[in-house]
């Protein structure tokens, strides 16, 4: 695209963990430039500013009213997506975020409202979906490699956040939990594989009422009260007819499950971890009837976070809509509030909403980098 691309300017609100590759990424697209960031925690902005002096520490009022930023990049705890999204569209800027989009999924629906309204775009990661995995798996469903999909598994698995994360509260609050934690980079890679999602049964529990933080950092030795089902499984069933088997866990101390496979009537296929870029696929069909490798057929196998937002920069540009969208991400949630729902509830959850599958990233999308 050369030097002529104008890069949109990005704003990011939430300094925390999370925020470092992005401001490391976020280098090296040419349709964004982060130009300022704000938190809370002003040590926290003025360590971005230290690394990269052209950005501007701000507060978020600052932040929010200065003319020249585009997009608002939220990478703000759950709990506080919401009123970050919300202030990001009152003031008529694009508005991006780490997920879950919001911790309610009535919250999420009224963030779709309110900038469909103010005629702002609405994104939220996870962008792990458009990495070169499950691109490549994406291509391979999409081209009947595996027939029709018939059935999928998802697993994740952990003994707990506690054990690596310096301030992990968040995960046990409403809000946390592993399924809102986690699930949504499985959930969207079976959307972003499958199509929309219709209904969901699930069960879920808490297993430990308390935790206790085990890494190294100030926290060690803080308990921490669990307001959250940490295990949690379930059925989905998909509008093309497809059911998966997922569960997600913070109460396991070690498994052997898959990530994601995806089962066809004509073979099986191997999808990557789908809180990675890349890893190894592999596909099992019934001519050959044994796992094999299969090169990646689509770029950004290396950890890309930040893709989804360069993503939409050049979707606003060029009037097109963009893959890691609010509208994906809002169907996205109300299948991960399902399964807790159903086990609440001891009934089905018929979902009402829907999305489009997003357009597969081009093989030629390497254009997006400087
Ligand atoms: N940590 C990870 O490995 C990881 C990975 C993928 C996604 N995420 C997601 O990224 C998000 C952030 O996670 P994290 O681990 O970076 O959290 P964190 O607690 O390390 O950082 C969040 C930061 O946001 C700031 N903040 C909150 N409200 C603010 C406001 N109104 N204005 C300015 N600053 C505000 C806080 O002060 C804090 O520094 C979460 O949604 C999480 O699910 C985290």
């Not at 191997?270 to 696929?281: L, Q, W, Y």
């Not at 001891?346 to 599958?357: A, D, N, S, W």
Request: hydrophobic residues 40%; glycine residues 10%; charged residues 20%.
């Amino acid at each position: 695209m050369g030097s002529t691309m104008i890069s949109k300017k990005i704003g990011v609100i939430g300094c925390g963990v999370i925020s470092g590759i992005y401001f490391q990424n976020l280098t090296e697209f040419e349709t964004v430039k982060v130009v300022a960031c704000a938190d809370l925690n002003p040590i926290a902005a003025q360590a971005v500013v230290d690394k990269y002096p052209y950005i501007t520490a701000m507060s978020t009022e600052e932040l929010l009213g200065d003319p020249s930023i585009e997009i608002i990049l939220n990478l703000t705890q759950p709990e506080f997506h919401f009123e970050v999204m919300k202030a990001g569209i009152a003031a008529g800027k694009h508005v991006y975020g780490e997920k879950p989009l919001s911790v309610s999924f009535d919250d999420s629906q009224e963030i779709l409202r309110l900038a469909n309204e103010a005629d702002v775009r609405v994104g939220c990661a996870p962008d792990t979906f458009l990495g070169a995995g499950i691109q490549t798996c994406r291509e391979l469903i999409d081209s009947g490699a595996i027939g029709q999909p018939i059935g999928a598994t998802a697993f994740f698995t952990t003994p707990g956040h506690e054990k690596w994360h310096p301030a992990p509260e968040f995960y046990y609050r409403i809000g946390g939990g592993p399924m809102l934690d986690m699930g949504p980079y499985y959930l969207t890679a079976l959307v972003n594989l499958m199509g929309p999602a219709k209904s969901v049964s699930g069960s879920a529990r808490i297993t430990y009422p308390q935790r206790t933080i085990t890494n190294a950092g100030p926290k060690n030795g803080t308990k921490i009260d669990v307001e959250i089902p940490t295990h949690i499984t379930g059925t989905v069933d998909f509008t093309n007819g497809a059911v998966a088997t997922v569960m997600t866990s913070f109460d396991v101390w070690g498994a052997r499950l898959p990530f994601i496979e995806i089962y066809g009537t004509e073979g099986s296929l191997s999808v990557p971890n789908p809180n990675n870029f890349g890893d190894t696929v592999q596909i099992l069909t019934s001519e050959k009837g044994e796992w094999i490798n299969v090169p990646y057929s689509r770029p950004f196998s290396e950890n890309s976070r930040g893709l989804g937002v360069a993503d939409m920069a050049s979707s606003i540009a060029a009037g097109e809509p963009h893959r890691a969208s609010g509208v994906l991400a809002s169907h996205v949630l109300e299948i991960l509030h399902a399964f807790g729902k159903s086990s609440d509830t001891g009934t089905r959850v018929e979902l009402t909403t829907t999305c489009e599958r997003p357009e597969p990233l081009p093989s030629d999308s390497l254009v997006f980098r400087k």
